[in-house]
């Protein structure tokens, strides 16, 4: 059966931009036709997006998606969209979440980690971005996935987006999951540790948000495995924009 045409809008990660979209939500024989927004999100791209406010950047991100059929967000992406449809939650209905934090509990915590990237886009300012994409790759949070993409950018924009996006200033959206209206779909990969067991706790706190773990997936589930990636997504659509329909 088809995903009757339906708009939607996708946010990259830090490093990443717009067209890392492109091949996402690919139009098919099973889906249909798929209207994607892939807007480049702040100090991203080349030439860089200006950088301007958190606040303003999530009013931004809800005027985008108003009046479309759902939004999906990765890593950073995803950050940025569970805090806009927070903040305007009548723009926003369904929701793909893929490795997403949910940030920290803590206030100590969310200051600490302010204050690493704080320290990371210093050494992004410093060494120059094919010598920090070098070493961002090597961190904990990649470890399993595929070979890293090539970037580009500005340095300099990229280390304000860094900080200005940093989860040290994302509230804990704890309360968030579990209280929204919004349907949503919580991707983890299972090799990317620490994410999947927030996956666990997401399931505990949240047990209307749809929960897969993607097996053989690091924190980039779409670059990783792009067919269980699609297949999880598209079975989502499916139940949320058309529950009285059935695969075929």
Same mark, same amino acid.
């Given at each position: *059966?088809? &995903?009757s045409?339906t708009r ?7 490093l990443?931009?717009?067209s890392?979209?492109?091949?996402l ?6 889906t249909g036709?798929?209207?994607? $927004? ?10 860089a997006?200006?950088i +301007? ?8 991100i ?10 999906a967000g990765?890593s *950073?992406g995803?950050?940025l $969209? *569970? *805090?806009?449809a ?10 793909i979440l893929?490795s ?8 100590a915590a ?11 886009? #210093?050494r992004l ?7 920090f ?7 904990? $949070? ?10 580009? !950018?500005?340095?300099?924009a $990229?280390?304000?987006a860094l ?6 200033r994302?509230?804990?959206m ?6 929204t209206? +919004?349907? &949503?779909?919580? =991707?983890?990969?299972?090799? #990317? ?8 706790e &997401? ?11 993607i097996? #053989?997936? !690091?924190h980039?589930?779409?670059?990783d495995?792009p ?10 659509l499916?139940?949320? =924009?058309?529950p ?5």
């Amino acid at each position: *059966m088809k &995903v009757s045409e339906t708009r939607g809008i996708w946010l990259h990660g830090f490093l990443g931009e717009g067209s890392d979209g492109s091949k996402l939500f690919a139009t098919d024989s099973r889906t249909g036709r798929q209207d994607i $927004l892939r807007p480049t999100l702040p100090g991203h791209g080349s030439p860089a997006e200006p950088i +301007c406010s958190l606040s303003q950047t999530l009013d931004h991100i809800a005027r985008l998606a108003s009046g479309r059929d759902w939004a999906a967000g990765y890593s *950073m992406g995803g950050r940025l $969209l *569970m *805090m806009a449809a927070a903040r305007h939650p009548d723009a926003f209905s369904t929701l793909i979440l893929e490795s997403a934090s949910l940030g920290y509990a803590d206030p100590a915590a969310r200051a600490a980690r302010l204050a690493l990237d704080q320290e990371r886009a #210093d050494r992004l300012r410093s060494i120059g971005l094919p010598a920090f994409t070098d070493w961002w790759y090597t961190l904990p $949070l990649w470890d399993g996935s595929s070979p890293p993409p090539e970037r580009h !950018g500005d340095p300099e924009a $990229l280390a304000a987006a860094l900080t200005t996006f940093s989860s040290g200033r994302q509230p804990d959206m704890r309360t968030w999951l579990r209280t929204t209206s +919004c349907r &949503v779909l919580w =991707l983890a990969g299972e090799r #990317d540790r620490a994410y999947a067991k927030q996956s666990k706790e &997401v399931e505990r706190i949240a047990p209307r948000v749809y929960v897969v773990r993607i097996p #053989d997936a !690091g924190h980039n589930i779409h670059r990783d495995q792009p067919d269980r990636w699609h297949e999880a997504v598209r079975n989502f659509l499916i139940s949320s =924009l058309h529950p009285n329909q059935k695969e075929q």
